[in-house]
Structure formats: structure tokens, C-alpha cells
């Protein structure tokens, strides 16, 4: 079954080093989607990503954050400037068509910025 | 403000125990509830989606139900393999989907 694929597993950064977390979504969809849970706590949305634009975006996403499709298969998350409140679990997901009842997620990207 | 609220916190039940988790939700125009299913250090993985008020859908031991303001996850003689966070989210935009906190659910064999 076709998965959507994120690395690095886990990322160690300090406070104020840039980070580029990695997704791979699957092949034929069209949306994408940065999701990121904090430990303990619920599962938040990012941003969502369509024909190489931001679809929209949540207060959490501000000007530290940026989203790219750099070459047709992958898809990246940057903070510029991690802070220590930054330290989650970030999950991509895709979905073939807007308003797809179904997202992939991936296994996630653990960040810990100490 | 779309809002997504599950009960309860966590559960424990015996194998072959049935019980339900709750969801209630508060979103202008319901355009789709949600139920995923995320096991620990993974990604939500999809189980359900549900319209309309009276839809119910099925996947083994679990079902689904919709009403106007509350969704209800059954699970029927749950095996110790059902343990997971059930997360219920709901349609907020076009573009994103917004979850509650989960429900730990744990089957002692």
C-alpha cells in the first residue's frame, strides 16, 4: 500500500538553529498537509499545501514557518528559528483531491529543540 | 470556533467488554466527522468518515454513528490488538481537518 514518507525520524536542534523536516507524500495526490502534536496533547493542524501555494494556514504557522514543494516529489517543512516551545511531533499528510474524506499521514518527525 | 471534544480521557476494558467513546463537536456546516485510529509513535491512520446525522458505518469490531451534535465510536468484544488512541476530528474548512484529544483505549487480555 502506497505510504506517505517523512524524515529525518527524529531531528535534535538547538534554540534558534534553522530545520528542514522532510515528506515524501504519496505519488498521485494533490494536497498536503503539515500537522504537529505536542506530547500529551492533541494533534494540530499547520498548514495545507495545493498547486504550489498555501491553501491555508493556522495561527501556529507564523513567519518562522515556511512550506515548499522544491522538486515535484518532496515536501518540506522549515522553521527558521526554533524555539524551545517548538519541540513536537510533526506529521505530514496528503490526500488525493481537496476536501478528501481521507488523509495518509506519515509516522512523523520527532523535534526536540533544546 | 469549530471545536472537537472526546470522552473520556482514556479507557480500560477486558477483552470482550464492549463499550463506546464519545465525540461531540461544534462546527459551522458539518462537511465530514472523522474517526482515525493512532497507535504510539505513529501517524493517524483513517477509519471512518461520516456526513450526516443517522449515518452509521462498520469495520469489524468497530462502528460509527453520527448525530447532529455528538458521534459515538462502538467497539464490540474488543481484542487486546484494538488498543490505540482513537482520535475523532471534523471538517473545518475545504482545507483542513482539526482533531480532538483522543481517547487512550487499553484491552487487558
Known amino acids: 500500500e502506497p505510504e506517505v514518507t517523512q524524515t529525518p525520524s527524529h531531528q535534535v536542534t538547538q534554540m534558534g538553529q534553522e530545520v528542514i523536516l522532510r515528506c515524501v507524500p504519496i505519488s498521485n495526490h494533490l494536497y498536503f498537509y503539515w500537522y504537529r502534536q505536542i506530547l500529551g496533547q492533541k494533534v494540530e493542524f499547520l498548514v495545507s499545501f495545493y498547486n504550489n501555494e498555501i491553501s491555508e494556514k493556522s495561527e501556529i504557522f507564523d513567519d518562522q514557518f515556511s512550506v515548499e514543494r522544491p522538486d515535484g516529489s518532496n515536501f518540506t517543512l522549515k522553521i527558521r528559528s526554533t524555539k524551545l516551545e517548538d519541540s513536537a511531533m510533526y506529521f505530514c499528510?496528503?490526500?488525493?483531491?481537496?476536501?478528501?474524506?481521507?488523509?495518509?499521514f506519515g509516522s512523523g518527525t520527532q523535534l526536540s529543540v533544546l | 470556533e469549530d471545536q472537537v471534544t472526546q470522552s473520556p480521557e482514556a479507557l480500560r476494558l477486558q477483552e470482550g467488554e464492549s463499550s463506546s467513546l464519545n465525540c461531540s463537536y461544534t462546527v459551522s456546516g458539518l462537511r465530514g466527522l472523522f474517526w482515525y485510529r493512532q497507535d504510539p509513535g505513529k501517524g493517524p491512520e483513517f477509519l471512518f468518515t461520516l456526513y450526516s446525522a443517522g449515518e452509521e458505518k462498520e469495520k469489524e469490531r468497530l462502528k460509527a454513528t453520527l448525530t447532529k451534535k455528538e458521534s459515538f465510536l462502538h467497539i464490540t468484544a474488543p481484542k487486546p490488538e484494538d488498543s490505540a488512541t482513537y482520535l475523532c476530528a471534523v471538517r473545518s474548512s475545504a482545507s483542513k481537518i482539526i482533531f480532538g484529544s483522543g481517547t487512550r483505549l487499553s484491552i487487558r487480555p
Open positions: 499528510a496528503s490526500s488525493e483531491t481537496k476536501g478528501d474524506e481521507k488523509l495518509f
